[in-house]
């Protein structure tokens, strides 16, 4: 084995040991943070505890988890999207354009949504190419595409909101693959959404931990100079990544828009908020080198937790932004804390 071969085994062995999803420990404080969290408005909001309540949470999570997933290879690697929000919303409006009737596209199902996760990736492909290749700082990088995104989203939709009535689309995201059951005197539906989610999640997960994109995000995130010298193409992974983070927003648009069977162009606004918080808080550094989906599944869990009992509390919507912003901040200093503590063993 040449030496270059041998360094770049050790930068994704050490790569992959730093940033494996995060310590048992860790992931056991965030889960039993949203434990916490579930209890309290179990007792604070009126109804909270019925086992809908909890479907619902699953269901009103899924769009924004499988966008954080694909986020989290984005900071893993010491980047940030912050085009995920209305990026989301340039792709539902695609998938108006694509799926509704005319005088849209109405295309069959499955050349839609094809076209919907090719946008996805044109815009990763993008933000990838601004900043691997012309190497601007990732910030910058994806504010620009985060106001270009929305201007597009307004612009192709004439600011209308386009309603998608496409049967297969409706049921891709709302029907039931597990039959509808029976429990405690209530009937249970578990929508395709929180499977998709699920599916995804282990995807991610794999993707992560057992493939070069995963290792090499990781190890990019840690030491970029280090793992370039190693012989890595640092360029192409980090683009990549941002194609695959594309591609987790594309599909949480389609899972967005199928819920609610219509197309506003300015919606997605200030998701991208949500969708870094749900990794930040589940143990992913905004400093690069360490992610963890499972954290992320559970953070994005938190978030709508959060969302859901503060409604049912009857706090009005701007004191749940405070509430919201507050365990956002306690999440990023918990993570610098976390960043010193290594740095300094």
């Known amino acids: 084995m040449s030496t270059t071969e041998e360094t770049k085994t050790e930068v994704e062995h050490e790569a992959k040991k730093e940033g494996r999803s995060g310590s048992s420990f860790q992931q056991l404080l965030v889960l039993l943070a949203l434990v916490a969290i579930y209890v309290f408005f179990m007792f604070a909001a009126p109804n909270f505890a019925?086992?809908?309540?909890?479907?619902?949470?699953?269901?009103?999570?899924?769009?924004?988890?499988?966008?954080?997933?694909?986020?989290?290879?984005?900071?893993?690697?010491?980047?940030?999207?912050?085009?995920?929000?209305?990026?989301?919303?340039?792709?539902?409006?695609?998938?108006?354009?694509?799926?509704?009737?005319?005088?849209?596209?109405?295309?069959?199902?499955?050349?839609?949504?094809?076209?919907?996760?090719?946008?996805?990736?044109?815009?990763?492909?993008?933000?990838?190419?601004?900043?691997?290749i012309l190497g601007l700082p990732p910030f910058i990088a994806t504010l620009a595409m985060m106001m270009a995104a929305r201007g597009l989203a307004l612009v192709i939709s004439q600011t209308q909101t386009i309603s998608i009535a496409n049967p297969g689309y409706k049921n891709l995201v709302q029907g039931n693959l597990i039959p509808r059951f029976e429990l405690g005197g209530s009937t249970i539906a578990i929508p395709n959404s929180v499977l998709i989610f699920i599916l995804l999640a282990i995807v991610a997960a794999f993707l992560l931990n057992k493939t070069l994109l995963g290792r090499y995000a990781l190890?990019?995130?840690?030491?970029?100079?280090?793992?370039?010298?190693?012989?890595?193409?640092?360029?192409?992974?980090?683009?990549?990544?941002?194609?695959?983070?594309?591609?987790f927003v594309a599909i949480g648009a389609i899972l967005y828009s199928g819920r609610f069977g219509f197309v506003q162009p300015s919606e997605g606004v200030g998701f991208e908020l949500n969708v870094i918080a749900a990794a930040v808080i589940g143990g992913t550094s905004l400093s690069g080198g360490r992610a963890n989906i499972t954290g992320t599944v559970i953070g994005a869990l938190i978030m709508q937790t959060l969302t859901k009992g503060l409604q049912m509390m009857g706090l009005r919507q701007e004191w749940q932004l405070v509430v919201t912003g507050v365990v956002v901040l306690i999440a990023v200093l918990i993570d610098i804390q976390r960043q010193r503590r290594a740095n300094a063993a």
Do not use: C, H
């Open 219 to 247: 190890a990019i995130g840690s030491n970029e100079e280090a793992t370039r010298l190693s012989g890595v193409n640092v360029r192409f992974w980090k683009m990549m990544v941002y194609i695959v983070g594309g591609l």
């Open 50 to 132: 019925q086992l809908g309540i909890a479907i619902d949470i699953l269901s009103q999570s899924a769009y924004i988890g499988v966008m954080a997933l694909g986020t989290t290879f984005i900071i893993a690697t010491g980047g940030i999207d912050l085009s995920s929000g209305t990026g989301m919303s340039l792709m539902a409006v695609a998938a108006g354009i694509f799926l509704a009737a005319p005088p849209y596209w109405n295309l069959p199902l499955g050349a839609g949504l094809l076209l919907v996760l090719l946008v996805g990736a044109l815009i990763g492909a993008i933000n990838g190419a601004n900043v691997a």
